[in-house]
């Protein structure tokens, strides 16, 4: 159960990882544009 639960855990934390990094992304590329 607890394994599960850290298993979630980063899931979730690379997910946002992931969409912050998106963001970052198309946010730095409006500004040089």
């Not at 607890?2 to 409006?30: I, M, P």
């Amino acid at each position: 159960m607890l394994l599960n639960g850290w298993v979630e855990l980063e899931w979730s934390f690379l997910l946002l990882n992931l969409l912050l990094r998106f963001h970052f992304v198309s946010f730095w590329r409006e500004r040089h544009n």
